[in-house]
């Protein structure tokens, strides 16, 4: 909603060198300029209107599973993961447009290092969020952790939970559901 608030008004009302001034002078550099402006704004609230839309839906699904079941079959059967995957792609995709539009804009009061400053900060960034979010997913994820055919390593030896008493457990149990209904028929 942040980046919402600030896109729609630059949208409807574009800073004096994109609007006016390309009516007063225009030029090649003026018309894609604003051409460039327009599109990655209007791309960004888009993408940011999807991620929020999908956003509200996957928690309002969740809000109307009533039991633990409902919502493995919300991850199962109705791609909830893969819906928060998408929130997540639209709303990366919207930032990426605002900082195009941004980068349009900048070119304009600075020149070309608004081209070069941003790709250094995004450098810097990327090198941060990747192997963090790198070690979050290949620690604890279903798909990166618990899947071996997708390279994780469920059998740990430095996983400091042992799973194998539990699940012992519940095979026991499950055995004896399955005499008590035998039985009972």
Same mark, same amino acid.
């Given at each position: 909603?942040?980046? #919402?608030? %600030?896109?729609?008004?630059?949208?409807?009302?574009?800073?004096?060198? #994109?609007?006016?001034?390309?009516?007063?002078?225009?030029?090649?550099?003026?018309?894609?300029?604003?051409?460039? %402006? %327009?599109?990655?704004?209007?791309?960004?609230?888009?993408?940011?209107?999807?991620?929020?839309?999908?956003?509200?839906? %996957?928690? &309002?699904? #969740?809000?109307?599973?009533?039991?633990?079941?409902?919502?493995?079959?919300?991850?199962?059967?109705?791609?909830?993961?893969?819906?928060?995957?998408?929130?997540?792609?639209?709303?990366?995709?919207?930032?990426?447009?605002?900082?195009?539009?941004?980068?349009?804009?900048?070119?304009?009061?600075?020149?070309?290092?608004?081209?070069?400053?941003?790709?250094? #900060?995004?450098?810097?960034?990327?090198?941060?969020?990747?192997?963090?979010?790198?070690?979050?997913?290949?620690?604890?994820?279903?798909?990166?952790?618990?899947?071996? &055919?997708?390279?994780?390593?469920?059998?740990?030896?430095?996983?400091?939970?042992?799973?194998?008493?539990?699940?012992?457990?519940?095979?026991?149990?499950?055995?004896?559901?399955?005499?008590?209904?035998?039985?009972?028929?």
């Amino acid at each position: 909603a942040l980046f #919402l608030s %600030f896109s729609v008004p630059l949208v409807m009302d574009p800073p004096f060198f #994109l609007g006016e001034a390309c009516d007063v002078e225009p030029s090649l550099r003026c018309s894609w300029s604003r051409y460039v %402006f %327009f599109s990655v704004l209007a791309f960004s609230v888009a993408s940011h209107m999807l991620a929020i839309l999908l956003g509200m839906s %996957f928690i &309002n699904a #969740l809000n109307e599973a009533a039991r633990d079941a409902d919502v493995y079959r919300l991850f199962a059967r109705g791609e909830g993961f893969l819906a928060t995957v998408k929130c997540e792609r639209a709303f990366v995709a919207g930032m990426v447009a605002n900082i195009l539009g941004m980068g349009v804009a900048a070119l304009h009061y600075v020149g070309w290092w608004a081209v070069l400053f941003p790709i250094l #900060l995004l450098i810097s960034v990327f090198q941060i969020l990747l192997p963090t979010q790198r070690k979050l997913f290949h620690s604890s994820s279903i798909m990166h952790y618990w899947r071996s &055919n997708k390279g994780g390593q469920p059998a740990d030896r430095d996983d400091p939970y042992d799973l194998s008493l539990p699940v012992e457990k519940v095979r026991i149990s499950a055995q004896l559901g399955r005499r008590l209904t035998t039985v009972s028929k």
